[in-house]
């Protein structure tokens, strides 16, 4: 990639018009090092709110590069990038790898408010563009740069600004995934990104690990090492940039889950377990097993995990007639649940047999009512309250409540201190 005071440059993908899918010799394994711009001249395009268009141009026939230093203008075909006027030649694959690419780059950035084109916008539109063609010797740069892009210095988003995506020195051996990584990589810094210590991430340096989208967690910055980003302090989140700099665009699709054991209808045995299995092109970060609508159980999502979780019910859930729904969620929340229903030893006649709330349905389920409680509400069980927590408030009274750390800063709502000594852990309770 490339950094600068004020711009940052990146690189990596691949990919011809109407040629044959001929492979080059594998694309260099480490991304060439960074460079250093000047700053942007006073009169570049800027737009507070980011432009909602991306524009992949696989240069048709090549594209000519004006080079004007410190100016970058994509409709004008003018970048500060390289030394002198170059011309691209053309992405050199067949059209089904151009297909593919531009599939995989909706895809990443699905999630955000942005359209991805093919064809050049209108002269009333503002756009960020990705020349997906040509190698970097063509703008006089060292072989190793797989891609590259103008990035601001104080991280803000780019518009009318043109990134160029290395086609011609990538393979498509990988079904174009280091392409696609190195289009929305490059397109990421135009709109604020810097470089992201995580391989299933675009802003990565990192190769491998399949697919990458952007990520919805805390990431150190860094290349070949982690290391503290420059505009958003230690770490950054992608994805949380993007929607700041493009705004919410639409879900991805919900994880691929299937309860795998018991079956609907089954007779399940004493200490049975659920195990579903649950795959996401983005990972599943967290499973769910509730039992007649109450949650029992949560697990971790495994990067790349394709045998079936396992999903233990506790000891203390009564027998009976029991609903069993699985929910899983990927890392921006979009979640799928399966349902089975299945009986162990016998259902319940009466609460006699439930647990403290709950009552017996009429087809032998025992069941809790939807809580109601609110924080300060006197309580006898968890399941009675809508925050989960029953618990000691304070002078031996069990009330609905909330975890807290308690100090000055302890995070209960107005009216409540924290139960727990400054540092420690406690509830959030009403002061006495």
Request: include cysteine.
């Amino acid at each position: 990639m490339h950094r600068a005071s004020f711009l940052g440059l990146v690189a990596a993908l691949a990919a011809p018009a109407s040629a044959a899918p001929v492979d080059p010799a594998p694309a260099p394994p480490v991304r060439g090092d960074d460079v250093v711009l000047v700053e942007p001249a006073t009169d570049r395009y800027w737009d507070a709110a980011g432009p909602d268009t991306l524009y992949l141009n696989r240069c048709a026939g090549d594209c000519s590069v004006r080079a004007v230093p410190g100016i970058n203008d994509a409709r004008n075909r003018i970048s500060s990038i390289p030394a002198r006027d170059s011309t691209l030649t053309q992405f050199r694959f067949d059209d089904a790898a151009w297909d593919a690419m531009v599939t995989c780059v909706r895809d990443v950035y699905l999630p955000y408010g942005v359209t991805v084109v093919t064809d050049q916008p209108g002269a009333d539109t503002a756009y960020v563009e990705v020349m997906v063609a040509g190698t970097p010797a063509e703008l006089g740069l060292p072989p190793s740069t797989l891609g590259i892009a103008p990035m601001a210095g104080d991280c803000s988003p780019g518009v009318n600004w043109i990134a160029f995506a290395f086609a011609n020195v990538h393979s498509v051996a990988d079904g174009g995934l280091e392409l696609c990584a190195t289009v929305a990589h490059e397109a990421g810094h135009v709109y604020g990104l810097e470089h992201a210590f995580e391989c299933e991430d675009p802003m990565t340096y990192l190769t491998g690990c399949g697919q990458k989208f952007f990520r919805n967690q805390l990431m150190r910055c860094g290349t070949s090492e982690a290391e503290a980003c420059r505009c958003t302090g230690p770490v950054q989140n992608t994805h949380v940039k993007l929607l700041g700099a493009l705004g919410a665009g639409s879900d991805p699709p919900p994880p691929e889950l299937a309860i795998v054991s018991p079956a609907d209808g089954a007779t399940a045995p004493s200490g049975f377990s659920v195990f579903a299995r649950a795959v996401d092109a983005r990972d599943v970060m967290k499973l769910e097993l509730r039992v007649n609508g109450w949650m029992w159980n949560e697990l971790a999502g495994v990067p790349d995990k394709t045998s079936a979780y396992v999903l233990d019910l506790p000891s203390d859930v009564p027998d009976g007639r029991m609903d069993l729904e699985v929910t899983a969620c990927n890392d921006l929340e979009v979640c799928a649940s399966r349902q089975v229903t299945v009986t162990r030893g016998a259902p319940c006649t009466s609460a006699a047999s439930c647990m403290n709330g709950q009552t017996c349905d009429a087809e032998g389920r025992c069941v809790w009512a939807p809580p109601a409680g609110e924080l300060g509400d006197t309580c006898t069980y968890d399941q009675a309250c809508r925050s989960g927590l029953c618990a000691d408030v304070g002078g031996g009274e069990l009330g609905c409540t909330t975890a807290c750390i308690g100090g000055p800063n302890d995070a209960c709502p107005d009216g409540f201190t924290c139960t727990g000594a400054t540092g420690q852990a406690g509830v959030c309770g009403v002061p006495v």
